[in-house]
């Protein structure tokens, strides 16, 4: 279906569309007959499905267990779902690719590391006005941090899941893992610390807003003693302060 789509999109203008889609065929045979792509287009087609439900209205709209479900599945479909080397914010058109980790990052070639609206499948059955409005859609099927970033934390915010907990968990102890192969890199250093912090501030972020305040905000201060020189560290303080009160003894006054 994926194949057949993209044959149409790419090649199915051009006079000769069909001798020039079995030569990209066989120039692509191993790609594309490999098990990492067929995973890929999986994945791709599943997430497109959500897509469409959510463009259908809240009574088709899939579960926010459904998207978590879609996450988990992406991210274990992938030896290295992140690096922990690059930054938690992907660039776009021109910067780095969207979260695609190091395998699987070129498989599914562009069509992947694009959103979702510009996908073959939607381009040739010519449905973008019918997912402009969705959210979603604007995101990459296989970008393991966007996913989660854009879709898995909104959903699972809103429905106050626990779940969102377990798949943050998931995902720094990959990242923490990944880090340490890396231990003699710079970018591993950077992970320590700059981003794992940043991570650590996020989740207990996303603890505060499913409603569990005093564990969030016990985590926040954790993290103001352990890494008091972060970047980041002012703007927290500043965080804290506005939800403690000025005169909570337990901060400290500014960053070091």
């Known amino acids: 279906m994926y194949l057949e789509s993209y044959r149409n999109v790419e090649f199915g203008r051009a006079q000769d569309g069909d001798t020039k889609f079995q030569q990209w065929k066989v120039d692509n045979k191993e790609k594309i007959g490999s098990l990492d792509f067929t995973t890929a287009v999986q994945l791709h087609v599943q997430y497109l499905a ?124 990959a990242l923490d893992e990944e880090a340490e192969k890396e231990v003699k890199t710079l970018g591993a250093d950077d992970y320590k610390i700059l981003r794992r912090p940043t991570l650590l501030w996020e989740r207990a972020d996303d603890q505060e807003k499913i409603g569990e305040q005093d564990s969030a905000w016990a985590k926040k201060m954790e993290i103001l003693k352990t890494y008091p020189y972060h970047p980041k560290t002012a703007e927290w303080i500043a965080e804290m302060k506005q939800a403690l009160g000025e005169g909570s003894p337990a901060l400290p006054e500014k960053a070091p």
């Open 50 to 173: 959500l897509v469409c439900r959510e463009a259908l209205g809240k009574k088709e709209a899939p579960k926010p267990g459904e998207w978590a479900a879609y996450w988990e599945n992406l991210f274990k479909s992938k030896d290295v779902p992140e690096n922990p080397a690059e930054a938690s914010e992907p660039k776009g058109k021109g910067g780095k690719k969207q979260g695609a980790g190091r395998r699987q990052a070129n498989v599914g070639g562009d069509d992947f590391a694009r959103p979702v609206l510009e996908s073959p499948l939607v381009r040739d059955r010519q449905i973008q006005g019918f997912l402009h409005d969705v959210k979603e859609a604007t995101v990459s099927s296989g970008s393991v941090d966007v996913v989660f970033n854009k879709v898995v934390r909104p959903h699972l915010r809103e429905a106050k899941s626990r779940d969102l907990l377990r798949l943050w968990d998931q995902r720094i102890a």
